[in-house]
């Protein structure tokens, strides 16, 4: 093997194990919170994750990876959903996970209703920013739009959650659920 070669091979298993030290996990629990109960598939779908990057290595912007793979794990993860695979039913557990507020957040019932009451795009713009952290330029690549695209996105999105996170307290209120009593001072005022 000519010498040049070989320090390109190794100049990319290089860059491939920093980016997955840096970057796998982040990926997995992107797979885990956008699977039904239990992310049973999230492992092998990350997998396919980090073998698309290391086949379109080339490909991959340095210095944006997480977006690129972020991207890349809504393609592999669309794709696992068209396959229309029975999902057995997971067993929930007694006790939630209260070290990640990501996993208490979807425990919750009125944000996964209010979630529920949005957009796909709306739900993957809000996730993106509020689960994985993006800022501005990592959701315009993750969306593949523009900054300006990305933000408008970002606003119309938290806009609806507003009217969404409202429609769904005043449902609860109607119901007689007793919805929180952060609503009370709110409804209050509005007589």
């Given at each position: 093997m000519d010498p040049h070669e070989t320090a390109r091979?190794?100049?990319?298993?290089a860059w491939f194990d920093d980016l997955f030290a840096s970057h796998a996990r982040a990926?997995?629990?992107?797979?885990?919170?956008?699977?039904?109960a239990g992310g049973g598939d999230a492992e092998d779908l990350a997998a396919d994750v980090l073998a698309t990057a290391w086949r379109?290595?080339?490909?991959?912007?340095?210095?944006?990876?997480?977006?690129?793979?972020?991207?890349?794990?809504?393609?592999v993860l669309a794709n696992h959903r068209r396959k229309a695979r029975p999902t057995p039913v997971a067993?929930?557990?007694e006790v939630p996970d209260d070290v990640d507020p990501a996993t208490l957040a979807v425990d919750d019932d009125r944000v996964r209703a209010v979630l529920a009451r949005l957009s796909p795009r709306d739900r993957q713009v809000l996730l993106?920013?509020?689960?994985?952290?993006?800022?501005?330029?990592?959701?315009?690549?993750?969306l593949g739009v523009s900054r300006g695209g990305a933000?408008?996105?970002?606003?119309?999105?938290?806009?609806?959650?507003?009217?969404?996170?409202?429609?769904?307290?005043?449902?609860?209120?109607?119901?007689?659920?007793?919805?929180?009593?952060?609503?009370?001072?709110?409804?209050?005022?509005?007589?």
């Open positions: 091979v190794d100049d990319d298993a990926v997995h629990r992107y797979l885990v919170r956008r699977l039904p379109r290595r080339a490909d991959v912007p340095r210095g944006a990876e997480l977006p690129w793979l972020y991207r890349t794990a809504g393609f067993v929930v557990p993106l920013v509020a689960w994985e952290g993006l800022g501005g330029a990592e959701l315009a690549e993750v933000d408008a996105a970002l606003s119309r999105a938290r806009a609806r959650l507003r009217v969404a996170w409202d429609a769904e307290a005043e449902t609860g209120d109607e119901a007689g659920d007793g919805a929180g009593e952060d609503d009370a001072p709110a409804q209050a005022g509005a007589r």
